[in-house]
């Protein structure tokens, strides 16, 4: 006896419907790093209004490229802000020459006033800071040609940036760093450290997934 399954439109609705779920089920269960960079991607093939901050942003992680294309692109687009990336991807060669360089009489941390605070560029040793990773990015609104790092759209910028995930330096309580963005992964700066050190990498990028 032969048994044949012949299925009526309904039918054929249902296994759609079926076949559907199953992939939304699916969907939901990809890595964890696949959801938090899917809403960057359709930013990837974008060019924001400089082709400075482009061409540094293409030297972040692979998985935050689209996102930090994103935050310039919106700013500009629901803000009427024109950021600047000014620092993105720090090999650890780079960190350690910053770490080293001697007082330059600037305000290096961005608070309108030149005091000890300033005293170093960084306090960040190589491995110590998320741009180590190609996962923190520094911006300023650009007006008029010029720099604006005493700013009173850093709580707009500020949203915008968290509201795309990335965390913001000026929430930090010991030092407040309002130009810096940073995805973090859930990654601790050790764990990213162990990761590099232990080869599990490409390049200057943690292997995240």
Do not use: C
Request: glycine share 8%.
């Amino acid at each position: 006896m032969k048994f044949s399954f012949k299925p009526n439109k309904l039918g054929y609705a249902v296994i759609v419907v079926v076949i559907m779920i199953t992939a939304i089920v699916l969907f939901r269960k990809k890595d964890t790093v696949s959801q938090l960079i899917s809403k960057g991607i359709n930013y990837l093939k974008e060019k924001s209004w400089d082709m400075v901050s482009d061409q540094r942003i293409s030297t972040l992680h692979p998985l935050i490229i689209g996102k930090a294309k994103e935050f310039i692109i919106r700013a500009e687009k629901e803000l009427g802000i024109k950021l600047r990336v000014v620092s993105a991807l720090r090999s650890w060669v780079e960190q350690t020459a910053l770490f080293n360089q001697p007082f330059d009489g600037k305000d290096n941390d961005h608070d309108g006033q030149i005091d000890e605070a300033d005293e170093k560029v960084t306090n960040a040793k190589a491995g110590s800071s998320y741009h180590n990773f190609g996962l923190a990015l520094d911006v300023v609104e650009i007006k008029n040609g010029k720099a604006l790092w005493k700013n009173p759209n850093w709580s707009k910028i500020a949203a915008l940036g968290k509201s795309i995930g990335f965390e913001w330096g000026g929430d930090w309580k010991s030092f407040k760093d309002k130009p810096h963005f940073q995805y973090t992964f859930g990654k601790t700066l050790a764990q990213l450290r162990d990761l590099y050190q232990s080869g599990h990498r490409t390049g200057d990028y943690v292997n995240l997934a």
